[in-house]
């Protein structure tokens, strides 16, 4: 057989261009994302299942294939619980050019680093960020959860009508700001608008040194038939079990960032009949949701709570967002065009500020060591 | 006598043979004889320091088991009576919190505290720990039919909420337990690792990362498919991997830790590991 050596020449050239083009396939370059939450200090309880949620979605997601072929790099980090070092995470992960952030997971961490978000038109999803300052603004900042002001409202009204509670002290952790000075006003309005009253209200930083056993005395003191904490869950859990040493039938309820099951691990016998207002359901017989569940226990030996689970919405949110953008679009403008997103536990729809729609809430109970929803 | 080949097909055909020939000739130099020595060599250099580093992190955790199997021998000749200067044993072990963060006295029945030793900055809260019920913490359940010193899965510290794991040693009513947080483990780790471009990470038998020398993966957990994880369950725990680790190619070795079920994984980036061939 007689090659010529124009066939030859055409060999050579095929073999060349497809070296070319696989090696081309080869490094194609991974869709950065960045996710911010705390893993240390006082909120890491709801930093670490946050995470894990999160490296899970984007595991599945690579393993699915990636974003049209490119594989997803997952750059986590910590701020401690801290603007500074918030700030500059936040700046470094623009720097390292991310498509999008998710995160970060409570909102006094929120305020300081959405404006940079915003210069950088970098989008942010937040699972769990409920200031209200954030609310109703055209920016790159959005949340798959709803304001602290629905929970504080529904919750005050829960008390008041269910003759819980009439006279309350209020306990108040005061690192949080952003949060838990919406979450008491919206509170107290509702529940002395209703013939509620207010006996008492004690703010107390973490960061000071309290001592729980002081608070817990200073609660007391004004005789109320219950009491509210507005804290991270371990401090609510400490302060509920010495609330309960020195007054075993006092009813307590918290506020929406208390209630996960850290609070429960760490509280012990002391968190059964405490309610708390929450737009989470742990009974949620959602086959996506039981299917998440199975995957993260085996995992992670452990619930998500309601912090992976937000996490995980986040995290589908943005996923579904990257798969369907199209050819010049932004993230931002993706994300409000699909407007409806399938996730665990239903369907969420933002608004055109990035704000979600609305959200069904909950009363919950502490029944066995297990929430329990009761209206 | 004319050639049955043209010229200009003769020179084509010679010319694509200089070419390629070198190259298969390097490639099958590279493959099949120096890859394999440097791999032999980098596998060499990173079982040494594995082995190094997982002996030095057994005596470590080791002092800690002696330290409160001290302990409880004194409690146990005592009967467990608490009073103060059981508190000030339990503070006094705690220090500056050098090693253990906090040491729990805790009641084998009711589970709660009853006696709490804390490093010096924290010991104005005593009152706040006193007393406490603890038997919501799930690490608890690691003795239920236990009797000997277990170490626990990784939690979240009482006192500090960092990332922690707790050591347990059970006497007959009460148990004492000492936390230890991830990042003194990781910054110990660290200190370990000389060499700068060294990846270190301590794992737990359920591919949890309990501490790495870059202070940045600690208690994340690591999925099944991750090499590392599945020679956690092999027959042969001393033995190379190559894997991707934050998008850097990898070339790692595993090491076993004595009587505990955690494992020193070492690793570098292929790139310096290989850089011979650069």
């Known amino acids: ?375 | 006598m004319k050639s049955p080949v043209p010229l200009k097909k003769y020179l084509t055909l010679n010319f694509i043979a200089m070419a390629v020939l070198p190259v298969l000739t390097i490639a099958f130099l590279v493959w099949f004889f120096i890859l394999p020595g440097i791999k032999h060599r980098a596998g060499i250099q990173h079982r040494a320091l594995a082995d190094s580093v997982a002996g030095k992190i057994s005596t470590y955790l080791k002092g800690g088991e002696r330290q409160l199997s001290a302990l409880a021998g004194y409690l146990q000749d005592r009967q467990c009576t608490i009073d103060k200067e059981i508190i000030t044993l339990l503070d006094a072990q705690c220090g500056k919190g050098e090693f253990f963060e906090t040491l729990f006295i805790v009641g084998r029945e009711e589970k709660t505290i009853q006696a709490v030793g804390l490093p010096e900055s924290r010991r104005s809260r005593r009152d706040d720990f006193t007393g406490l019920d603890f038997s919501g913490q799930r690490f608890m359940d690691t003795v239920k039919k236990d009797s000997r010193i277990v170490w626990s899965e990784a939690f979240l510290s009482t006192i500090s909420n960092r990332e922690a794991v707790a050591l347990l040693v059970p006497l007959k009513d009460v148990f004492i337990i000492g936390e230890i947080t991830l990042d003194k483990l990781s910054r110990y780790i660290s200190n370990l690792s000389e060499e700068s471009d060294f990846f270190t990470m301590l794992l737990d038998g359920n591919g949890m990362i309990v501490a790495d020398s870059q202070n940045l993966h600690m208690g994340e957990v690591l999925s099944n498919d991750f090499p590392a994880v599945k020679k956690l369950t092999g027959h042969r725990p001393d033995t190379q991997m190559f894997f991707k680790w934050d998008g850097v190619d990898m070339l790692g070795t595993i090491a076993g830790l004595e009587k505990l079920d955690w494992k020193v994984l070492v690793a570098q980036p292929t790139a310096r590991a290989f850089e011979l061939l650069r």
């Open chain 1, 1 to 375: 057989m007689i090659i010529s050596n124009t066939s030859i020449l055409k060999l050579f050239l095929l073999l060349f261009f497809t070296v070319i083009v696989l090696s081309g396939c080869e490094s194609k370059k991974p869709v950065k994302i960045g996710f911010i939450t705390s893993l240390t200090g006082r909120m890491a309880d709801m930093g670490i299942p946050a995470r894990n949620a999160v490296q899970l979605a984007v595991e599945q997601c690579n393993k699915e294939g990636g974003i049209h072929g490119r594989k997803i790099s997952l750059i986590i980090r910590d701020d401690q619980q801290d603007d500074d070092t918030a700030v500059q995470a936040v700046q470094e992960l623009i720097k390292e050019e991310v498509t999008a952030v998710i995160g970060p997971t409570v909102s006094n961490m929120a305020i300081p680093i959405v404006p940079y978000l915003n210069n950088a038109k970098v989008v942010a999803i937040s699972p769990t960020v409920t200031t209200p300052n954030l609310s109703g603004l055209d920016d790159y900042f959005f949340r798959v959860c709803t304001t602290a002001g629905d929970f504080a409202g529904f919750s005050a009204n829960y008390l008041i009508s269910s003759g819980d509670m009439r006279q309350i002290a209020v306990a108040h952790e005061i690192s949080n700001r952003p949060f838990s000075d919406s979450w008491i006003k919206s509170f107290n309005k509702t529940f002395t608008d209703m013939g509620g009253k207010i006996l008492s209200a004690i703010e107390f930083s973490t960061e000071n040194e309290c001592s729980f056993s002081d608070i817990s005395s200073r609660l007391l003191a004004s005789n109320p038939d219950g009491i509210i904490i507005v804290a991270a869950p371990m401090d609510s859990a400490l302060l509920c079990q010495h609330i309960r040493k020195n007054n075993p039938s006092v009813k307590i309820a918290l506020s929406s960032w208390g209630g996960n099951q850290r609070f429960i691990e760490l509280g012990g016998k002391a968190t059964e009949g405490v309610t708390v207002a929450s737009s989470f359901d742990w009974a949620s017989p959602n086959p996506r949701y039981q299917a998440f569940k199975k995957i993260y226990n085996e995992r992670y030996r452990s619930d998500p709570g309601l912090f992976g689970l937000f996490s995980y919405n986040s995290a589908q949110v943005l996923l579904t967002a990257l798969k369907a953008q199209k050819h010049g679009q932004n993230i931002k403008d993706t994300i409000l065009s699909i407007g409806e997103f399938d996730v665990l536990q239903g369907k969420i729809r933002f608004d055109a500020f990035g704000d979600v729609e609305s959200s069904f809430v909950t009363m919950q109970i502490v029944k066995n060591r297990k929430y329990v929803v009761i209206e």
